[in-house]
């Protein structure tokens, strides 16, 4: 019996593994499928799923599903900005409801989680990746058939070592918070629950319009939460918040009815000892803290009660006070004592900001003996602000390094204020300036500050003195590394620029005998990729404020930027709405100089441009090459050449944003004169070397030549231009596209004297062959070509071309010299032609006179005809006249004789006329 049963129990317990092994499977396709579906139809973004994990041990009799290396990166402006990524994110469902239609999710836990949110200038985010029918789904009744098949019935929230970033490119804010651990706990499925979290930070950044008020921060918390969650209405009860080693109680509620959150909460260190709040400041946390000897105390408290949103902020009101405040360092001979501070802050009114009231009743301290000493009133923020303002004192910075351990520091040097301001904003502006007060002198001497991440900084001299109308730079005198600046100037409208951020303008004198600029350059914008960490930007965009207005006249004897040595820079900067413009700029480099005018411009910070227009006057052609990454990849000809460049340049290009050019935007056109050009060892004329079997070209020196380009989005055109080697001349045009492709026509006329061995002997041997058919041709002194240029400008090819076809050198050298044979055989014919055409012409010449003379002696003799029967035509008719006067005469008186004898008169008379006619003709 016994073993009957054990038997049956093996069978249950086999069978009963084996179901948990197989549930895992059964069911892992449809959590996948859905999940797969519900985040692509959630969001605008390109998903990127790893491996899945599927198993029903961890959570039994729950399932454990876990997705890995999961990354959320954005679209278009932000398709190259990681939203999230989770190493891995661990999820409890509820096995159960596996069976149906809503998948329960009981805890979730997230592994190393990178999250980066970012606002740009234009306000746009890249969290904004919901899809339009998710975004408009606000505004439609709820359609069960297509809700979430996943119901968040957490229990339990679990974050592990997290690092999150934030930035907010309108407000000039950026914070990185690293090293987050995060719990959660609390039933999420019941109306009203209590919510329990506890949460660390190991380091903590938060930088705010350039001034970094956190660094390497330690913060944590423990907050328990009364939760509505039918209400969205969350309580604060003794709650625990830690900065460092300051304490922080607050409590209150958030009421989240729809939009708006409606915010009652108090915070508040009472009574608390100094060294709490100076454990805020980073200088002093991070060394030997727990050393360090204090007295007085502080105390920090204060409201935020009202609604935020859009449009609104809660009124506030903030209290900051310390009595009697001293710290020192055992190891130091010097403290800082009677630290004295009294502040308010407040805006009871969170509809209308102008209603900030800034009160610094007092301000008080004295730093190895030094006192300083300060008040501050700032009300009415938006219309006519109002300041009462002073501010006193004198610091000797070598006593800084007898109070605060400064190992790597090298500080000195004397700062000193003397300043007083009170008035209204609208008293400058209507420069009634007898209304507002502003006087007094802040300087600076002998200032050294000198650490070892840092280029030393040394100001012997500045002073800047204040009035109602402006800031004048009376003297500066500053040497940055190997860099001096020696500068006068005057600063405008200070106080509209701070209050109401109107344009600052301004106009300085800089004189410098050298200035590094590669000393300064930072590189230390944050990106964001699909790691885990953050890492340092190379090279980025260099922005220019949109509301300044500085001219700035420059003298530069030598200005060293990247790997160029400028010297004797002169000319007019001109820094205003977010363009730097050059005018009338001089400068020499690369052996030559250099004139110029033109602008770089961050107007569209996304695009950075420049366009500027430049006289060239014998540049150097190798020191460009060596110098400019682009003039390599476009004319890798200049790598050996040398020579001088002369001529005028127009040039516009979009930056990328590593500062680099896009060629492709890259546009403009040039004219280039060259001066004792030696272009060595090209690749290009090497292969024509090996084409036409000379050395020509190995090492040669065109005559001076005058060169026009013209350059659209990249692909640059060269115009057509002669130019000539020893006594070979060329005709050049054509152009190279932006990969770089080559395609060139030369037409070339070459000596036959200067070919290789190989071609003159075809050309013997043509001659010869022509010699032994009777057939002697001189090819003359020189044969042409038309070389085509083709290939990459790494990989260039040559080809000859022969009509419509390409074919070798010695096709060229034979198709010529029949060319030549067939232009002789033509030239033969002609004289022939000529010669025949100038017999026949003689011929017909000779005809022509003796025809003329023939003609003559016939008109002659016709004359003679007709003059002898005139005469006898006369005589004709004389005689017929004396015969028919006879016949009338013998008729007498008689009638009918006399009749007849007329008769016959008158016959006589006609037949002789007629017969005289005859005669005559």
Not at 345 to 372: C, R
Not at 730 to 737: D, K, L, P, S, T
Not at 879 to 899: M, R
């Amino acid at each position: 019996m016994m073993k009957k049963i054990f038997k049956t129990l093996l069978i249950i317990i086999l069978a009963l593994l084996i179901g948990l092994f197989s549930i895992p499977f059964l069911f892992k396709g449809k959590i996948v499928e859905m999940a797969k579906t519900e985040i692509n139809n959630s969001v605008n973004a390109t998903i990127n799923f790893g491996k899945f994990d599927l198993s029903i041990f961890k959570t039994f009799p729950n399932l454990t599903f876990s997705i890995n290396n999961l990354s959320v990166i954005g679209k278009d402006t932000f398709s190259t900005d990681t939203l999230v990524y989770l190493k891995k994110i661990s999820m409890e469902i509820d096995l159960m409801s596996l069976m149906g239609d809503d998948i329960k999710i009981r805890q979730i836990e997230l592994y190393q989680p990178v999250i980066y949110a970012i606002v740009l200038k234009n306000g746009m985010t890249n969290w904004d990746i919901a899809t339009e029918e998710e975004d408009s789904s606000a505004n439609v009744p709820e359609d069960t058939t297509t809700s979430s098949n996943f119901n968040l019935a957490l229990k339990h929230l679990k974050i592990n070592d997290a690092t999150i970033g934030y930035r907010d490119d309108e407000l000039g804010l950026k914070t990185i918070l690293k090293h987050l651990d995060l719990t959660l706990k609390g039933d999420m499925s019941l109306a009203k629950t209590t919510l329990e979290i506890i949460s660390a930070i190991k380091s903590a950044e938060l930088t705010y319009d350039g001034i970094k008020y956190l660094s390497n921060t330690n913060i944590t918390a423990n907050v328990k939460i009364d939760a509505d969650m039918n209400n969205w209405i969350f309580t604060f009860n003794d709650n625990k918040f830690t900065i460092n080693d300051l304490p922080l109680s607050f409590a209150g509620n958030i009421i989240m009815p729809e939009n708006d959150i409606n915010m009652d909460l108090s915070f508040a260190i009472k009574d608390s000892p100094f060294k709490q709040l100076l454990s805020l400041i980073p200088t002093l946390y991070l060394n030997d803290f727990k050393d360090l000897k204090t007295s007085g105390n502080f105390s920090f408290n204060g409201t935020l009660k009202g609604i935020y949103n859009d449009s609104l902020m809660p009124g506030y009101d903030i209290n900051l006070t310390v009595n009697n405040g001293t710290f020192q360092y055992p190891d130091l001979p010097k403290a800082v004592k009677n630290v004295m501070v009294d502040l308010n802050i407040k805006n009871l009114d969170s509809s209308d900001i102008n209603k900030t009231v800034v009160n610094l009743k007092k301000f008080h301290l004295e730093m190895a003996g030094n006192p300083v000493d300060a008040k501050l009133i700032s009300k009415n923020l938006l219309v006519d602000p109002f300041i009462d303002a002073f501010v006193k004192g004198k610091i000797d910075l070598a006593s800084v390094k007898d109070i605060v351990p400064m190992d790597s520091l090298d500080l000195n040097g004397i700062i000193s204020a003397n300043l007083k301001m009170k008035g209204n904003l609208s008293s400058i502006e209507k420069e009634q300036y007898e209304n507002f007060t502003a006087n007094g002198t802040f300087a600076i001497q002998n200032m050294i500050y000198k650490s070892a991440d840092m280029q030393a900084i040394k100001i012997n001299e500045m002073l800047l003195s204040f009035s109602p109308q402006y800031v004048a730079l009376d003297k500066f005198f500053v040497i940055l590394g190997k860099s001096d600046i020696n500068a006068t100037g005057r600063i405008d409208n200070l106080l509209q620029y701070y209050f109401k951020n109107d344009t600052l303008s301004g106009n300085f004198n800089i004189n410098s005998t050298f200035f590094d600029v590669n000393e300064w350059m930072t590189e230390d914008e944050v990106s964001t990729t699909t790691d885990t960490s953050y890492k340092e930007s190379e090279l980025s965009v260099i922005e220019v404020p949109q509301n300044i207005n500085f001219a700035t006249t420059s003298k530069i004897k030598k200005l060293h930027y990247d790997n160029m040595d400028i010297e004797n820079f002169n000319g007019l900067l001109i820094i205003r709405g977010g363009e730097i413009i050059m005018k009338d700029l001089s400068l020499q480099m690369l052996n030559g100089s250099i004139k110029m005018n033109g602008k770089y411009s961050t107007k569209d910070i996304s695009k950075p441009s420049m366009a500027y227009e430049m006289t060239l006057t014998d540049i150097d052609l190798q020191e460009t090459y060596n110098t400019f990454n682009t003039i390599q990849k476009l004319a890798p000809i200049l790598e050996k050449s040398t020579g001088k460049i002369s001529g005028k340049m127009k040039l516009s290009m979009i930056l990328k944003q590593d500062m680099t050019p896009d060629l492709n935007t890259l546009n403009g056109f040039g004219n280039i004169q060259t001066k004792n050009m030696v272009i060595k060892d090209s690749k290009l004329f090497s292969l024509i070397d090996t084409f036409f079997g000379s050395n020509k070209f190995k090492e040669f020196k065109p005559k001076d030549t005058n060169l026009s380009i013209e350059i659209e989005n990249g692909n640059i055109s060269l115009l057509p231009f002669d130019f000539s080697v020893g006594k070979s001349t060329a005709h050049i045009e054509g152009n190279q596209n932006i990969e770089g492709i080559l395609d060139y026509k030369m037409n070339w006329s070459v000596p036959t004297s200067e070919f290789g061995s190989q071609i003159t002997s075809v050309m013997n041997t043509v001659t010869s062959k022509l010699k032994k058919q009777g057939i002697n041709t001189d090819i003359g002194n020189n044969i042409d070509f038309k070389v085509l240029i083709g290939g990459s400008i790494d990989n260039s090819n040559i080809k000859i071309l022969l009509g419509d076809q390409t074919g070798s050198v010695a096709d060229a050298v034979k198709t010529q010299i029949k060319d030549k044979v067939n232009e002789e055989i033509d030239k033969a014919k002609q004289k022939a032609i000529e010669k025949a055409k100038s017999q026949a012409a003689q011929l017909l010449s000779e005809a022509q006179k003796r025809a003329d003379q023939i003609k003559r002696n016939a008109r002659q003799v016709a004359e003679k005809i007709r003059s002898e029967g005139k005469t006898t035509a006369s005589k004709i008719r004389s005689e017929a006249k004396i015969q028919a006067d006879n016949l009338i005469k013998q008729a007498g008186n008689n009638p009918l004789k006399k009749k007849l004898a007329k008769e016959s008169a008158k016959k006589i008379t006609t037949e002789a006329d007629k017969k005289a006619k005859q005669t005559e003709n």
